[in-house]
């Protein structure tokens, strides 16, 4: 056990190798990138805290993928991932004429906005896992299927909001 402080009051526990988790998150389940993908809230193999919640608004689902300021997150490389990631579901919205708040936020806290019926959520889910463990195929690929249905999608700097996306 470590009394580790990232972000919230302790205990911290060590976890299966993973960066250390919060008294609260042990029971948590691990998240198998090949696994059925259902809303509930995850451990993922790159010790995040992935959570799926069911559609709020009626055509999104929303991801939030939490990292605890685990510097091993948090590089340039796959901050930009991550947004590449966000562009890929956000060109589907785009495409269908959505118009709602940016679908990414970046750092510690990442949240994402994925149309039902555009990008499956397992292809979602497991491109963010790939992410976490520095292969950025799955990510590449879902926007380039992106830019082939919906043109090009805007690239970092461009029209960025407040908010990172």
């Not at 009394?3 to 911290?12: C, D, K, L």
């Not at 995850?42 to 009626?58: A, D, F, H, N």
């Not at 605890?68 to 579901?89: H, I, S, V």
Request: glycine share 10%; hydrophobic share 40%.
């Amino acid at each position: 056990m470590t009394t580790e402080h990232r972000g919230i009051a302790g205990p911290y526990t060590a976890y299966d190798g993973l960066p250390v988790l919060h008294a609260t998150e042990t029971d948590l389940p691990l998240i198998h990138p090949y696994a059925p993908v259902t809303p509930g809230r995850y451990v993922t193999p790159g010790g995040g805290r992935l959570t799926i919640r069911p559609p709020e608004m009626p055509a999104h689902i929303r991801i939030t993928l939490d990292h605890m300021g685990c510097p091993a997150q948090l590089t340039d490389e796959k901050n930009a991932a991550f947004k590449r990631l966000a562009l890929a579901a956000e060109g589907h919205c785009v495409y269908a004429g959505c118009r709602h708040r940016a679908a990414y936020a970046d750092g510690v806290l990442r949240i994402f906005e994925v149309r039902n019926g555009s990008i499956a959520l397992a292809a979602f889910v497991r491109a963010a896992l790939a992410v976490e463990l520095g292969d950025f195929t799955p990510t590449d690929r879902l926007l380039q299927e992106t830019e082939a249905l919906a043109g090009p999608v805007r690239q970092e700097g461009e029209g960025d909001q407040d908010n990172g996306g």
